[in-house]
């Protein structure tokens, strides 16, 4: 035997396979193996592997198989370690010979498995809604095992079968068992005369509509009559009878995102490639055609017959279009193929045939829940559609919903498809159930305000984010109906739940979404007070989400209409907010004085109306901006009243502002020299901030250690701190703060003795400064460049860009003395006449000149 593809031609005519049977099995084309046969071409690692499966190489020489057949191996190693195949004689089974591999289920097939092999599993029904491969897996189960039992493993189709009564009949011709006519015996009972001494497995496949009449208590009476008899079913409910073991089926594993198809194997995506290239034998996926395809398969939630009936579209339309189709209607999910039985040739069909054996009080409920998305809890269930404890178990049961934890429940996407449509039917049931699920869900986020600011921060996080999905329906559904009253008082929740998450984007989308309704139907003239107060709110919300992104003129000029809507409504619980925010936007772009006059006016609103939280984030950032930046008070001083500023955020428990808080103490202690103090303050500050996955938070931790380890020297330590911070704010969006650690981060590097690197990382960090006109921190960058001219001994030039540096009101605090350590020691490098020239070129350049001169040198 001199190659592989020899060796391969011989097993597959031994085995009597055609080259159409040998490639359906692999899920690979004709061409393709005749060509492995031939010698054209090497099989790739993913269809050597599916070929040693079909042809039943034994699992201790697969990976031998696999390297003769990738060439890494000579043909001889084949040949000493594999035995020529032989067709055995297997257990007697009418088991049906499937075409292709089975994909993605060896865990489902190995759990199977070992059930079938207990003793004490005697009835294993598995449980699942049409399509999602019940059946096939059953199938595969059932052969894993046959050797276990003696007298075969048998599989009984009972979809044709209109009764329970002819149940007994069809076992009885799967087994190959013929009736008595003489002695007038009873049919059932010789059945179990016939079985009672048989070790068999009988697969009773498609039994949900079997189960509405009496008699399906045969099953139980054939097991007490037939010890050695093993049951399993599959069935669109469970059979609710004693000793009955119940598997539930779920889709095939989706994978978040693929790149190759290798990375595919076992995953619904695999399904997809192996159905797509029986479609069509020229399909080929290329790396642009992967996000589509596994949008497909989270589409139809890893259901095998959604991806088939999708896959068989390839020969006309690309993956993309297919995915878009499906998301314009379920009715594209259909196949003509002539083989493919009836109930399976299309999604409606599947639906169709559970929807039917309904009641018509469960139909109502379930069309009702189809409002719901990414699943509900119980109390939602019952308080939008109607649908009771019993009435929720009842739907589980029929595979219709999944239990997806403590109280919590989902619906199959394409379920969820196929009851939305039939609702459409129902105009005035659709119109009210929508507006229920709206009300809820608005009410459930506005409630959950007080608890975000509370110690229950982490696990209220958790919950909304479970009910995003639902939140954003009911969002839409409120802009559509104009309903902000409702709108309004969710929106402390949605900016702490979007600010946290870092979910920037989809905010700004959904807030900009219900400002252009409400600025379209009222205006701002509009003497409708709820309105204007709504408006006012929205527009200080969708500020700060400005304020993340670094958008500062915008920002500002939201909140200015903001505050000129607000200030004549009397508002002060919203009032605070505008007023707050705007103080953080003013203290980030150099406006000190206007920031600190805010801060003392939110305040003192806060203090009036009771809002312990606001009055402790205004104590926070007034405190902050005093000591650091006008040092109006000792650092001492300032350390002391940080020090009960993180006292008071303890006493509230909200773990993101106790974080927040730290920050700032950590600060003050740094520029007091206790770094120790300071690095436990950020370590807490950390872990607070991972508890709750505050991104932003740990960006401002990371740069805080960063800092710490720069002002001890630990230049490489630094760093390594300032890169952790940058990659969470880059990830993010934040310019801002990117520009703002970029500085940072050059000082280190500096001192490490890259010069060439700084001065590139400074140049970063200030022109993404005036992009976003971020003054501070491209004043900060301008001592960078300084520092770099007096290494390099232009020293003039360097004390020109000092000047501007000290003389500019946005300067940091931390800039300034920065700054004039450094023109000190140039200074008395100088003659009088060159600090007094220097001096004189400063008065006579702007620092947007400056900074343009810069950019364009580097």
């Keep these: 035997m001199d190659t592989f593809g020899e060796w391969l031609r011989q097993q597959r005519i031994q ?23 031939y010698g054209e071409r090497r099989p790739s690692a993913q269809i050597a592997e599916l070929l040693a499966n079909s042809l039943n190489i034994p699992p201790g020489e697969r990976s031998t198989f696999v390297k003769v057949a990738r060439g890494e191996l000579s043909a001889d190693r084949l040949s000493m370690a594999l035995k020529p195949v032989t067709a055995s004689s297997p257990p007697r089974t009418n088991l049906p010979i499937l075409p292709t591999p089975l994909i993605g289920r060896q ?18 029904t598995l449980v699942g809604p049409g399509g999602i491969g019940k059946t096939r897996l059953a199938i595969e189960a059932a052969a894993q095992v046959q050797e276990h039992f003696a007298d075969g493993v048998y599989f009984v189709p009972l979809a044709s079968s209109s009764s329970t009564r002819f149940i007994v009949p069809v076992i009885a011709e799967a087994l190959g068992f013929a009736f008595q006519s003489s002695g007038g015996a009873d049919p059932k009972m010789q059945l ?31 097991l007490a009559e037939a010890p050695g008899v093993k049951l399993m079913a599959t069935s669109r409910e469970s059979l609710e009878l004693q000793g009955e073991w119940v598997f539930e089926v779920y889709g095939l594993p989706v994978p978040e995102s693929i790149d190759v198809e290798g990375s595919a194997q076992g995953t619904s995506v695999e399904l997809f490639l192996q159905r797509a290239r029986r479609a069509h034998v020229g399909f080929d996926a290329a790396p642009e055609d992967y996000p589509a395809i596994v949008r497909i398969c989270q589409q139809v939630n890893g259901m095998p017959l959604g991806i088939e009936l999708a896959a068989a579209w390839v020969r006309t339309l690309s993956s993309e279009e297919i995915a878009l189709e499906i998301e314009r209607d379920l009715g594209f999910l259909a196949a003509s193929g002539r083989d493919i039985p009836a109930r399976h040739r299309s999604m409606h069909a599947v639906f169709d045939h559970s929807w039917k054996l309904l009641a018509e009080e469960e139909q109502g409920v379930l069309l009702r829940l189809s409002v719901f998305r990414g699943g509900f809890r119980r109390e939602a269930a019952e308080a939008v559609a109607g ?32 009851a939305a449509e039939h609702l459409a039917e129902y105009p005035e049931v659709q119109s009210a159930t929508r507006a229920r699920h709206g009300r809820y869900y608005l009410a459930y986020f506005s409630q959950a305000d007080g608890r975000l600011r509370s110690s229950a921060q982490q696990e209220t996080l958790a919950e909304l984010t479970t009910e995003m999905d639902n939140f954003r329906v009911a969002w839409d559904w409120a802009v559509n109906y104009s309903e902000f009253a409702l709108i309004e008082k969710t929106l402390r929740t949605f900016i702490r739940l979007h600010d946290t998450r870092g979910w920037y984007q989809e905010g700004i989308d959904a807030l900009d979404r219900a400002l252009a309704v409400l600025e379209t139907s009222h205006g701002h003239s509009q003497s409708d007070r709820t309105c204007q107060v709504a408006l006012g709110h929205l527009l200080a919300t969708r500020s700060w989400l400005a304020y993340r992104l670094a958008n500062y003129e915008q920002a500002q000029r939201m909140l200015e209409l903001s505050l000129e809507i607000l200030y004549p409504l009397n508002e002060p619980h919203v009032l605070v907010e505008s007023i707050t925010y705007l103080g953080r936007v003013m203290e980030m ?37 005093v000591g650091f930046t006008y040092v109006m008070v000792s650092l001492e001083i300032t350390h002391e009243r940080l020090q009960s500023v993180v006292a008071e955020w303890r006493l509230i428990g909200d773990p993101r502002l106790i974080a927040f808080g730290l920050d700032f103490l950590s600060r003050s202690a740094i520029r007091l020299g206790r770094y120790d103090e300071a690095r436990l303050a950020l370590e807490e500050n950390v872990a607070l901030n991972s508890s709750i996955g505050f991104g932003w938070g740990l960006g401002t931790a990371y740069r805080g250690l960063g800092i710490i380890a720069q002002a001890q020297g630990k230049h490489q ?32 590097i500096f001192a490490l003795g890259n010069d060439s690197e700084a001065e590139h990382i400074w140049y970063d960090s200030l022109r993404i400064a005036t992009d976003i006109h971020g003054t501070p921190v491209a004043l900060e960058a301008l001592v960078g460049f300084a520092s770099l001219q007096a290494k390099r001994e232009n020293m003039e030039y360097a004390l020109e860009l000092l000047w501007m540096v000290l003389n500019h009101p946005a300067s940091f605090q931390k800039t300034k003395n920065r700054a004039s350590d450094l023109r000190s020691g140039l200074e008395a490098q100088l003659t009088i006449q060159q600090v007094e020239a220097a001096q004189e070129r400063v008065q006579t350049k702007t620092f947007e000149a400056a900074v343009d001169e810069i950019l364009k040198q580097v």
Excluded at 107 to 124: A, G, K, N, T
Excluded at 195 to 217: P, S, T
Excluded at 388 to 404: N, W
């Design 107 to 124: 865990h489902e097939v190995e759990e199977l498995s070992q059930l079938l092999c207990d003793p004490q599993c005697r009835l294993l």
């Design 15 to 37: 085995l009597k396979l055609t080259h159409k049977e040998l490639a359906d099995r692999v899920g690979c084309s004709v061409v393709t193996i005749r060509k492995i046969e």
């Design 589 to 625: 772009t150099g406006y000190y004085p206007r920031a600190m006059g805010l801060y003392s006016e939110g305040l003192e609103i806060a203090t009036t109306i009771g809002d312990r939280w606001f009055k402790a984030v205004c104590l926070t950032l007034h405190t902050a901006l």
């Design 192 to 222: 179990f005369g016939y079985l009672k001494k048989k070790q068999a497995l009988v697969l009773l496949d498609n039994l949900e509509h079997l189960l509405a009449e009496l008699g399906i208590e045969l099953l139980s009476e054939l």
């Design 387 to 418: 649908a009771t404890l019993s009435m929720l178990s009842t739907h589980v049961t029929k595979s219709l919903i999944r239990r997806s934890g403590a109280g919590r429940y989902d619906m199959h996407e394409l379920i969820r498809q196929y």
């Design 717 to 748: 330590q630094a760093v390594d701190m300032f890169h952790k911070s940058l990659d969470t704010f880059t990830e993010l969006g934040v310019s801002w703060w990117v520009a703002r650690v970029l500085a940072d981060m050059s000082w280190s």
